[in-house]
């Protein structure tokens, strides 16, 4: 029997609905970079892109677990000289419920030429209002 490899005419992309409320951070952020990466399909291969889009609701309702509320912080460098940044967890999600769950998905994609569209397949919102709802097919995954 040979292998079987996904042709790119061959790929179907659903819409996945997630509800961030009273969710754990990485959890969700785990079960999203699955259904990004296609690693729930049969068809999954490393190399294609065979992912799903993925559209995640209430991000300002998303909890995390112990004392990292207070105690988590985000750091990024520039690259020129005095260019350290700290947000803590916090203030981030004050300012940008949404950059918080982007920033944990992205952390879980691999690092390789596929994880930008990956990641424009992910659609973070504010809230309950959804202007993808139309893309929805009720298939009993969510």
């Known amino acids: 029997m040979k292998t079987y490899h996904t042709k790119a005419k061959e790929i ?4 996945n609905l997630l ?35 993925v559209v995640i609701v209430n991000s300002e ?21 005095g260019g350290f940044k700290e947000v803590s967890f916090a203030k981030l999600s004050k300012e940008s419920p949404a950059k918080v769950i982007e920033l944990a998905i992205s ?14 397949r992910l659609k973070v919102l504010v809230g309950e209002r959804n202007p993808y709802e139309d893309k929805f097919k009720e298939n009993g995954k969510n």
Not at 31 to 49: C, P
């Open 12 to 15: 179907v992309r659903s819409w």
């Open 19 to 53: 509800d961030a409320k009273g969710e754990i951070l990485g959890r969700l952020a785990t079960k999203a970079a699955s259904m990004l990466m296609g690693k729930h399909k049969v068809t999954y291969s490393a190399h294609v892109d065979i992912g799903d889009y």
């Open 61 to 81: 309702k998303i909890k995390l677990s112990g004392k990292k509320t207070s105690q988590k912080v985000y750091r990024s460098h520039s690259g020129y000289p």
């Open 107 to 120: 952390g879980m994609l691999p690092g390789n030429r596929l994880k930008r569209a990956r990641l424009e």
